[in-house]
């Protein structure tokens, strides 16, 4: 059964520091992209960040946290992390590790967000 | 950076209606987009990919359509377990970006 379960979250200063994690299992996590997507509270979705299957290939974030956070993944221990530097109020989200597949058609490939963890709460606040 | 527009962002509707919901992107992403259902308290859950590909699992009433700018999700006869919000998303550039959202109530 493939499952990612997040950790890390909680209540930080403005200007402070947060560490996500995202554990997986049920798949072979080295084949796979992966990606963070965040939902402030009430609000909609929003993309984060993507890292390609090896780190090597690509690294992409939102403008909004550029410089800010970092994107890593261990293929060795089957883990995704999200590293929150320079917090600001409006970071306060759910935070969602996603699997990335990709489907191979006649002409062209297709990615979707295909597995999610149940996500990690990140407040910052005063 | 591609904008995807969603409308209505609220809808209300009864067991048993034909309802559509559109997503506009603000310059053409070929069949680049897919629909996420999401409960409340719960991680989004993927319905369509490619535009108009049913994923393994989810019921044969929801369809979707569309290719460059204009897409359409459709679920051609409610349930009560498909009152949810709905997100469309674009997958032809990075950054990626979703919609707004639409909330499908019970009438």
């Known amino acids: 059964e493939v499952q990612l379960v997040e950790s890390g979250g909680g209540l930080v200063k403005p200007g402070g520091s947060l560490g996500l994690s995202c554990a997986v299992s049920g798949f072979t996590f080295s084949d796979y992209s992966m990606n963070w997507v965040r939902q402030a509270p009430g609000k909609g979705l929003e993309w984060v960040s993507s890292?390609?299957?090896?780190?090597?290939?690509?690294?992409y974030y939102v403008d909004s946290v550029k410089g800010r956070f970092t994107i890593s993944r261990d293929n060795a221990k089957n883990s995704l992390y999200l590293q929150m530097n320079s917090l600001r109020a409006e970071d306060t989200a759910v935070y969602y590790c996603?699997?990335?597949?990709?489907?191979?058609?006649?002409?062209?490939?297709?990615?979707?967000?295909?597995?999610w963890g149940q996500g990690t709460l990140v407040t910052v606040s005063s | 950076d591609i904008q995807l527009t969603q409308s209505p962002s609220f809808l209300s509707a009864s067991v048993g209606d034909r309802v559509t919901i559109t997503c506009r992107a603000s310059q053409g992403i070929s069949s680049y987009l897919v629909w996420y259902q999401q409960k409340p308290g719960k991680a989004p859950k993927v319905l369509i990919y490619a535009a108009s590909t049913l994923q393994s699992g989810v019921p044969s009433r929801f369809s979707g359509s569309g290719s460059g700018t204009e897409f359409t999700l459709t679920i051609s006869s409610l349930q009560p377990e498909d009152f949810a919000t709905y997100y469309c998303q674009q997958l032809n550039s990075y950054p990626l970006t979703f919609g707004g959202g639409t909330k499908v109530e019970i009438k």
């Open positions: 996603a699997r990335e597949m990709m489907i191979v058609g006649a002409t062209r490939a297709h990615y979707y967000f295909d597995y």
């Open positions: 890292i390609s299957s090896s780190s090597t290939n690509y690294i």
